[in-house]
């Protein structure tokens, strides 16, 4: 039976992540891939995945705290986490995240010769590593990304130690994959399921509270803007999990391709008068429910493929 750790279970992400994982029997997948079905899974009954995470808040007895500054907390974050098969960590919208899951893959590395049993580390990261990456095509200096490129990706200079930590995940998987297997998987921005990203807008929409209930589009809403269903990305996880394909750098976007006028527009179209007012990206900034991470988001300008996920 897989053990599977998720860091801040409780949070949009975390939760959706969890409720998937707990709704796919053990070896399930793999099994429509494979020619006889594993063992564990021919007993009459199926098997789930054991699901265990830190909490944003730290606050429930079940799972256990995720302040790790202090020795006696880091220890116990070990234990908990040498206890797993997979562990996986989102730091899309938590810089917090970034410097324990830097913690958690150095110390998985360091004593991988001492496991039982094989582990895997996942890194959930942002399409925001590649915001200034620049086209190989000189003629379509707007081309379109697959991971095919991702050694020449060059991240917003505010999301440098994500990058900086996709690198550090990619190079450790690398030092004996039967023991220690790694994996990135760079996400588009995740809607859907309540919302998270774009959830400024759906209540604007919905509630009609900016500028005459004309919903804002940030400058002239021309950027291109990768996105994916937050289910879609939970799928690729189960998969990845299940598969353990050979590619270690995923891109999990959709085909949509869409512009930021494009995507508010359908918003408000759908909850709110069908209009949309343009404003500078200075004036964006002042609205009180946009932060860094949700305006850089907002403004990034890419074309990605997908292409491993197809």
Known sequence: MSRIFINHIDSYFGSILSDSFRGVSFGSIRNKFADTQDEEQTSNSPLFYQISGTLTDGKNEHLFSNDISSLTNCDLLLVKIFAQDVVLYNICNDLSQIAEAEFVVNALHQEMEKFVNPKTF?????????????????????????????????????????????????????TKKSLFSTYVVCCGLMYGMGEDTLHFLFKNAWLGEYNGMNLPVFGNGQNHIPTIHVNDVASILIHLVELQPKPRYILAVDDSKNTLEEIVKSISNALGNGKISNITREDALLIQDIDASLYDTLLVNLRMDARYIK
């Open 122 to 174: 996942i890194l959930v990261s942002t399409c925001l590593t590649w915001a200034k990456t620049r086209s190989v095509d000189p003629d379509d200096p707007d081309g379109v990304f697959t991971e095919d490129e991702y050694r020449m990706r060059r991240s917003h200079p505010s999301f440098r130690d994500h990058l900086a930590l996709e690198k550090l995940v990619v190079k450790l998987g690398r």
